[in-house]
Every structure is written in structure tokens, then in C-alpha cells.
């Protein structure tokens, strides 16, 4: 591989980096590595041990897209420990152009690339194929964008949207939100709607039930929920699918996206039997006069491991996408 062939991209969540390589004008990942954040001091320490791993001794162009808002030139992720400033690393490496976006901008870019054959319908339909569409998932955060067609192409939305309250609708989550308050303070959706809010949700249901909580991760909630091993962990993980359709829902009414809902991220996929038979249709479904309106929106769930990756490779080109 040589340098004048490739530029690099990059998916940088809270618990792994992803990066790749692509070819001028193209969006096909080449070369992929995950590294985790965790083993490396900052973004330029791992971004020299991938390019030293791929062969490369420098590449011309860069787009990386962050799991953190993005605004000036300093970027400090919001759940890991990496910090840097946008104008010295593209100094370091002697990018011409570098491209930070949010996790989910690239996201939203990337479903435009998803093949059907990686998209599994959970409920709705048709849509409308000329209104925006919402890209939403639970990872290690709650990851929130969208995109707006234009004449010829899509503008993706740069958005917070997992930071919004979360919003009860019965007595056992005004119990929950309480619960969570006394822990956190301010109660967002992603306190909930990602890996960590399972098992804050997990045990908040223990404690309203008065029972005992034994598991302490939440990949291991998951795992009992599916094993159906332990029936807190099982109550939990589809409460934790009922709030995301409502979500869901509520973001679809906001943005107008009755283009469709693209589910992404790490933990729906592995879930995917479970969740398609979960209260999430019902949560998502449920708006009152609205209902018809959603109830049109076709859901799909995203199977692409490396959707945030193709929508790097896809900021790169598109001009509604700045480059520092």
C-alpha cells in the first residue's frame, strides 16, 4: 500500500477504534482494524499504530468520526479518556485535509451505503422515501443523528439527541427516575438507552422489587435476559427495548424522519431475536393521534458492523461536510 492511494478513516467510540483505509472517491473500507481506546494514551498514539500495522507511512486526507460533540478545534471524548486538538494532529500527520465529525453524523452517512441484505425490517411501512430519515442506537452512549434529502443528495443532522430527558409514562418509571436522580442528578435517555444504562435500569427494577441484584455488567444482564436465567435481568432488558421504541417514536414526531428509523450500534444486533419480539413496536407505536403517522415509518435495524466507518469514508466527498 502507498500513501497516495488511500486516505485514512476512523469510527472512534467510547470503548474501541475502528480504522480503515479507502481509496480516492470510493467508500468501501479497506485494511480495518479495532484497537481499544483503553490500551493507547491519546488519538495520534493509536492512529501511528495503525498506519504502522497497515504498511502506510502516511496518507494525504483523514476523516474521523468521534462519540463526542465536535465544535472548534479540541475534541474530548465523552466516554473515554482521549483528548486532542484537531490542529495538531493534522500538523503531526501532515493531513491536507481533516474531516472531524460526530459518530453519529457518520452513522447517518453510512446507512446510505448499507446494503439491504444488512437491513432487518422490525415494523412499519412504507414511508416516504422524500422525508428525512432517523439513525439512532445504544452503544456505549446513545448515539442520535439524521438526514435531510436534498434535490441531489443528504445533508446529515449533528445532534445530542441521546443527552434528552428521559421522560416518564407510569409509576414504576417515575420510581425509576427517582432512583436514577439520586444517583446521577439530571436524568438523560442515554442514563438508560446504552450498555451502561442496562444495568442501571437492571438495577433499578431490583430495587423496586426489593430483590436482590447480583450481576454487575451488563453484558452479563444481557446474557442472563437471553439464557433466560435470571427473570429481573429478562424484565429489564425489555423495559430497557419498550423505552427505546418510545424514544424512537418521540424522534420521529420531532425530526418529521417518516423516511425511516435505522437502528444502529453495537448492542441490537447481538440481541436481535430478543428485541424483534420485545415491547419495542409498542413503545414506538404508541402516540396517541399520532399513531397512524408512526405506524407508517418503517424500522429497520442495522446489521453493517462498519457503518460508521463507510459514513467517514462518505464524509470525505460530501460537500455539506466541512473540512477543519
Known amino acids: 500500500m502507498t500513501a497516495s492511494q488511500y486516505a485514512l478513516v476512523g469510527d472512534i467510540g467510547g470503548t474501541n477504534a475502528r480504522f480503515a483505509l479507502v481509496e480516492p ?74 474531516k472531524v465529525i460526530n459518530d453519529y453524523t457518520a452513522m447517518a452517512l453510512g446507512v446510505l451505503h448499507v446494503g439491504s441484505e444488512q437491513l432487518v425490517h422490525v415494523c ?28 441531489q443528495g443528504w445533508v446529515p443532522l449533528i445532534t445530542e439527541g441521546g443527552h434528552v430527558d428521559f421522560a416518564p409514562t407510569d409509576d414504576i ?17 442515554e442514563r438508560i438507552l446504552c450498555g451502561q444504562g442496562l444495568l442501571n435500569l437492571y438495577q433499578a427494577h431490583g430495587q423496586i ?27 429489564a432488558l425489555r423495559h430497557f427495548c419498550e423505552i427505546l421504541g418510545r424514544v424512537a417514536g418521540n424522534a420521529v414526531l420531532t425530526l418529521g424522519s417518516t423516511g425511516g428509523v435505522y437502528l444502529c450500534g453495537g448492542i441490537l444486533p447481538r440481541i436481535l431475536d430478543f428485541f424483534l419480539e420485545s415491547p419495542f413496536r409498542t413503545g414506538f407505536e404508541d402516540k396517541g393521534r399520532m399513531r397512524p403517522l408512526v405506524e407508517r415509518t418503517p424500522v429497520y435495524v442495522v446489521t453493517e458492523p462498519y457503518t460508521g466507518l463507510l459514513g467517514a469514508a462518505e464524509a470525505l466527498r460530501n460537500p455539506e461536510v466541512q473540512a477543519l
Request: charged share 20%; with cysteine.
Open 209 to 235: 422489587q426489593g430483590v436482590a441484584t447480583p450481576l454487575d455488567a451488563p453484558e452479563k444482564v444481557t446474557a442472563a435476559a437471553l439464557a433466560q436465567a435470571d427473570a429481573l435481568a429478562r424484565h
Open 173 to 189: 418509571e417515575m420510581d425509576i427516575l427517582r432512583i436514577l436522580q439520586a444517583r446521577f442528578g439530571r436524568v438523560s435517555v
Open 124 to 151: 412499519g411501512g412504507p414511508g416516504d422515501k422524500r422525508r428525512p430519515r432517523l439513525v439512532m442506537g445504544p452503544g456505549t452512549g446513545l448515539g442520535v443523528s439524521g438526514l435531510v434529502p436534498l434535490t
Open 25 to 98: 472517491g470510493r467508500v468501501r473500507p479497506e485494511a480495518i482494524e479495532i484497537l481499544p481506546c483503553g490500551d493507547y494514551g491519546n488519538l495520534d498514539d493509536a492512529v501511528v499504530s495503525y498506519l504502522e500495522r497497515t504498511g502506510v507511512a502516511a496518507v494525504s486526507e483523514a476523516c474521523l468520526a468521534v462519540a463526542s460533540p465536535v465544535s472548534g478545534t479540541r475534541v474530548r471524548m465523552t466516554n473515554n479518556h482521549w483528548c486532542f486538538d484537531t490542529d495538531e494532529i493534522r500538523s503531526r500527520f501532515g493531513w491536507q485535509s481533516f
